[in-house]
């Protein structure tokens, strides 16, 4: 996954940068410790994490989008899209 890529993230309803994405999605549930900062609530029920992983999002680039360029929203009710989705929830349920 390339780090400076944007897409636009359904949950924050906003566009973010892949790098962002990872880092959130690593932050601890709930309580934690002083001085760190939980998950996002948006966050904590995502679907899009394998599908960014696995660039099926729509993407362009930190510099087009700086340049005015905006990605588009990927459907998550689109079949590919929920087998993907489906096939990250089976291998963590495991």
């Known amino acids: 996954m390339s780090k400076d890529m944007m897409f636009f993230c359904i949950p924050q309803q906003a566009y973010m940068?892949?790098?962002?994405c990872t880092k959130l999605r690593k932050r601890?549930?709930?309580?934690?410790p002083?001085?760190?900062q939980p998950m996002l609530r948006a966050c904590e029920t995502c679907e899009m994490y394998p599908l960014v992983d696995k660039s099926k999002v729509p993407m362009v680039s930190l510099k087009d989008y700086l340049g005015?360029?905006?990605p588009n929203e990927v459907n998550l009710r689109a079949t590919g899209m929920k087998k993907?989705?489906?096939?990250?929830l089976d291998r963590k349920a495991v």
């Open 17 to 20: 940068a892949t790098s962002n």
């Open 68 to 70: 005015g360029d905006r």
């Open 84 to 88: 993907i989705i489906q096939e990250h």
């Open 34 to 36: 002083a001085g760190t």
């Open 28 to 32: 601890p549930l709930g309580k934690v």
